[in-house]
C-alpha cells in the first residue's frame, strides 16, 4: 500500500529526510491513476517550467531534453506569454521582509541554498514570475494562496510532500474534503510555532474549528492535552488516515490507544471480547468525560448491562446470589476485576 501511494506522485521530490529518493528515481513518466483533476494539476505546475526548460536546455546536454519533448504532448495551449523563472535573488529587492523569513525556514535550505528540486525558491510555491518581476503590479501569473481553491492548494505542496506514510492520505482526508488546507494549519511565511510552520500551536490551532472537543477536554476526566501531556496528532493524522475519524493506528495497525497503553493490548487467554470487535470505545470516552475512567457511564454495572443482559442479573429471588442487583453485589468488578482480559480466568477474577 504504501509502495503503491509513493510511486503515484513520480514528481521531482527534494532531498529533505522524509523525501525518499525512490519518488524521485522513476523517470519523466508521471503515473496518476485516480483523478483526472490532479493530473490537470501536475501538468500545470509542470509546463511552465517545461516550456521554459526548452531555451535554457540548449546550453546543457542533448539528453535532458528527451523527457521534456515527452511531457509536452500531452498538455496543449501554452499561456501565450509565460512567465519564467526570475530567481529568489529577484524578489528579494521587493520583498525583503519575506525573504529574510524565508531564509530561517526549512524551506529555504531545502529548496534553495543546498537546492532542491530546481532550486526555485519563492516560485517553486509561487510559480514562474518573471512577468511580476517586470511588472509589479501583475499578478496574475502568480500562485496566490489566499485565492485559491483547496484542492490547488493542496496539491502545491503535495508535489513536495507526498512522499511517505504521513501524507499519503492527503487528497482524502477529511480536512481536505471540508475545505481545510494547508495552509489553514501551515503558514510558510507568518507561522507562529517554529515546529511544522503552524499558525497555531496544538491544541489551539484544533480549538479553534472544533469547539466540541474543546468543551470534551475540559470535562473532569480526560486526555490530559490541555496539560500538554499528550496531543491530539498522537493519536489523530490530521492529513489524513485509511480508517474513520482520521485517527492513527498503532505501528501494529492496532488500535490508537495500544501505542501508550500496551497493558491493555494482550493477547490474552481469556479476552474479554467488546475491546478485539468494538474497541476500549464500547466502554470509554476518548477525549474526556464527566465519570471516573472515563467510562460512559456512571455506574459500571449499568454499563455493563447494556451488553450483559441475560436473566442472571435481576433482583429477583431466583437471581445467583453474586449476581443479585438488590444485593450488594453490583459493583461488578469486585469481583471481574480483570475487565480488559485475563490470562488466568475466563469470568475475570483476579
Ligand atoms: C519590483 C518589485 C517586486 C519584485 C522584484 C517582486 N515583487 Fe512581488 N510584489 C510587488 C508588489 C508591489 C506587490 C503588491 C502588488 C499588488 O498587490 O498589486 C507584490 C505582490 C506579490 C505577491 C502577492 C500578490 C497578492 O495579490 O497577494 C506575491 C506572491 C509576490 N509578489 C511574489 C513575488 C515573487 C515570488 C517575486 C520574485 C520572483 C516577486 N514577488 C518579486 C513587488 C515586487
Ligand atoms: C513553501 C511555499 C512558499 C514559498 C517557498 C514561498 N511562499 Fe510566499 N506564500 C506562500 C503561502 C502559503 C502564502 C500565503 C500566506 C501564508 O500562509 O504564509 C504566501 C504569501 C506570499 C505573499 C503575500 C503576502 C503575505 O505576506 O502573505 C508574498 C508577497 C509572498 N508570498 C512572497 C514570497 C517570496 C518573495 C518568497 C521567497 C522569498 C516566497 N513567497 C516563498 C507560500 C510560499
Ligand atoms: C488541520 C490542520 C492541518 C492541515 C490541514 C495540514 N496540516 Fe500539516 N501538520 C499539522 C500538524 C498539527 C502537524 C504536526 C503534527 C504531525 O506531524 O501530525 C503537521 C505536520 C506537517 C509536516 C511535518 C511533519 C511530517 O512528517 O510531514 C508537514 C511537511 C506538513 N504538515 C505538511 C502539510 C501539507 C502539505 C498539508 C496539505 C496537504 C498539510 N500539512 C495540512 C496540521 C495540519
Ligand atoms: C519545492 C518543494 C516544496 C514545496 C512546493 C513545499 N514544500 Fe514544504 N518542505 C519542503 C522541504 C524540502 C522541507 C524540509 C523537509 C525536511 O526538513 O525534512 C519542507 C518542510 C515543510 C514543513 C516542515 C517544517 C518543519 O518544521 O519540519 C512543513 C510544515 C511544510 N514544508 C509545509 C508546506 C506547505 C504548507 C506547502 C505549501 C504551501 C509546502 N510545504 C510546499 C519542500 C517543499
Ligand atoms: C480551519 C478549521 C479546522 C482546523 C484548524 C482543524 N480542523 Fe479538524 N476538521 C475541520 C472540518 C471542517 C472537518 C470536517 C467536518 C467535521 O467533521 O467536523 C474536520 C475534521 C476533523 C476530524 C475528522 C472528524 C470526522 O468526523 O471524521 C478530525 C479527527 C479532526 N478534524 C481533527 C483536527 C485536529 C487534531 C486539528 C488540529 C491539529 C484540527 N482538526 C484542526 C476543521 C478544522
Ligand atoms: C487519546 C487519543 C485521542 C486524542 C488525544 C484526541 N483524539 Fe480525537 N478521537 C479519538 C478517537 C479514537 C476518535 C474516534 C472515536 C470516538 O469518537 O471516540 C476521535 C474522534 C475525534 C473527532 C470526530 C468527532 C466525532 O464525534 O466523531 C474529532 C473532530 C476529534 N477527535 C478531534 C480531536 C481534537 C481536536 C483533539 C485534540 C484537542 C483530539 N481529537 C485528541 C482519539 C483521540
Ligand atoms: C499518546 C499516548 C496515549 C494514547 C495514544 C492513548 N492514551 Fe489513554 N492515557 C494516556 C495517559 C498518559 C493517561 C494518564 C492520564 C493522566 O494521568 O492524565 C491516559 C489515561 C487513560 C484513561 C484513564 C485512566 C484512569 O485511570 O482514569 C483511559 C480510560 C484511557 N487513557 C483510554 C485510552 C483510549 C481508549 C485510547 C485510545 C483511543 C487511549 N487512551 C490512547 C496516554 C495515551
Ligand atoms: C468492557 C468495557 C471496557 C472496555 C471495552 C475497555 N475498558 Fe478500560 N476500563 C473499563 C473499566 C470498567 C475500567 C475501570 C477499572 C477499575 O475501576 O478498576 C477501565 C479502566 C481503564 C483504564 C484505567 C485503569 C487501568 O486499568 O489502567 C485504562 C487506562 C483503560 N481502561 C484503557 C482501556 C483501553 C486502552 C481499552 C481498549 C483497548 C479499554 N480500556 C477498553 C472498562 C473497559
Ligand atoms: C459492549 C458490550 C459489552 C460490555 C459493555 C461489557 N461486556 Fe462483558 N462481554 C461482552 C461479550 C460480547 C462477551 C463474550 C460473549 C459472552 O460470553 O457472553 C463478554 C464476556 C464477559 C465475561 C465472560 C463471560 C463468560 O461466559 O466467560 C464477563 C465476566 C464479562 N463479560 C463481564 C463484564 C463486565 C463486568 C462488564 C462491565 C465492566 C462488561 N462485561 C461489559 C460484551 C460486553
Ligand atoms: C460477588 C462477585 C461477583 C460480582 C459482584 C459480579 N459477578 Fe459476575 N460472576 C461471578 C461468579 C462467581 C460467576 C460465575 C463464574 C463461573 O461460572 O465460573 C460470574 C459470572 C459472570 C458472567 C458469565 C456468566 C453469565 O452469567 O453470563 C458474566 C457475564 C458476569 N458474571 C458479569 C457480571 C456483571 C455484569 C456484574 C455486575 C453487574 C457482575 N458479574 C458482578 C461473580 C460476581
Redesign the pocket.
Known sequence: MPEKNKSRIAIPVPTGK?ASSETGRRGPRIRVRTSRVLALLIASTLLPALTLAQPQAKPASAGQTAPVAQEKKAPATPAAEPSTYAGAEACKTCHAEIYTGWEKSPHWKQTYKEGGIAKHGCEECHGPASSHVADPSDTSKLFLFDKAPTKEI?QR??TC?AG?T??MN?INSE??KNG???V???SPHHAKESE?L?VKA?PE?CYTCHLQQKAQFDMPFHHRVNEGLIQC?DCH???GTVGPKQVRTSSTQDAVCFKCHIDKQGPFVFEHAPIKVDGCQSCHLTHGGPNPHMLKLSNVNLLCLQCHTTSSFSSAPEAPSFHNQASLFQSCLLCHSQIHGSNFDATFFK
Do not use: E, K, Y
Open positions: 522524509n493542496n505542496c503535495l510532500h511517505g504521513q501524507h492527503a480536512h481536505t481545510v488546507s494547508c489553514s494549519c501551515h511544522f503552524l496544538q490551532l496528532s493524522n490530521v492529513h
